[in-house]
């Protein structure tokens, strides 16, 4: 069974303050792992999709890196308006289009 | 553009009532999906679309019945509603795959409580 684990389950940051959020799965031949973003009261909205084992995204104060277990979202000098919550999911070659999703974890920025 | 729109974005039910949760996407998306999110869980898949007229169960379909006439519409039955079917239900959809993964798109949900 595909498992994704998140932690922490919740942070809280001084605004410019630089994180990581952790992202630990199980699958049976990973053919995607996914990070998403969630506003409250929103659906998710999608950020990157990582592929193999090494590879890299950007996009803002974001970067998501992948290892063979587990995936990390580094979040550089946050900004208020980077609060949200933080959702990672994978997506199992012997699942087709199935996402495994992870419980979040939400970030706080203050300011 | 609307991308995935879902109706309504609040109900409350008795229990044992039934309603139909609506989505529909203006994407030319082949594959749809509906996740229910329980307050700090993750999302679990109920039933999944690939295509007009087929569908399969998810993770979570028990209480819940799905039907895809058409390529936009993916409508959510919950028939005799139960208090364990309060939460929040998002839609998404996501492009027929060729050779590599593709992106799930979202919906902004329907909170739905069960009293």
């Known amino acids: 069974e595909d498992q994704v684990t998140q932690s922490p389950e919740a942070l809280r940051l001084q605004e410019g303050e630089s994180s990581s959020l952790n992202c630990s799965y199980t699958?049976?031949?990973?053919?995607?792992l996914f990070w998403y973003r969630q506003d409250p009261g929103k659906g998710p909205e999608f950020l990157f999709t990582?592929?193999?084992a090494g590879e890299e995204k950007e996009k803002e104060r974001l970067k998501a890196t992948l290892t063979k277990k587990e995936s990390f979202l580094h979040i550089t000098a946050p900004k208020p308006e980077d609060s949200a919550t933080y959702l990672c999911?994978?997506?199992?070659?012997?699942?087709?289009?199935?996402?495994?999703f992870g419980g979040g974890t939400r970030v706080l920025v203050k300011p | 553009n609307a991308g995935v729109t879902q109706t309504p974005k609040f109900r409350i039910l008795k229990i044992g009532q039934s309603m139909t949760l609506q989505c529909t996407q203006d994407?030319?998306?082949?594959?749809m999906y509906w996740y229910r999110q329980d307050p700090g869980m993750g999302l679990k898949l109920i039933y999944y679309?690939?295509?007009?007229?087929?569908?399969d169960k998810g993770e979570v379909p028990n209480g819940y019945n799905v039907s895809r006439s058409t390529t936009e519409d993916f409508p959510l039955r919950l028939e005799l509603a139960a208090p364990s079917q309060t939460s929040v239900y998002f839609c998404?959809?996501?492009?027929?795959?060729?050779?590599?993964?593709?992106?799930?798109?979202f919906g902004p949900g329907t909170r739905l409580t069960v009293l």
């Open positions: 998404a959809s996501s492009p027929l795959p060729a050779t590599s993964t593709d992106t799930q798109y």
């Open positions: 699958v049976s031949g990973l053919r995607g």
């Open positions: 990582l592929y193999s």
């Open positions: 999911a994978v997506q199992a070659i012997a699942a087709g289009n199935k996402l495994t």
């Open positions: 994407m030319n998306h082949n594959y």
């Open positions: 679309s690939v295509g007009a007229g087929i569908t």
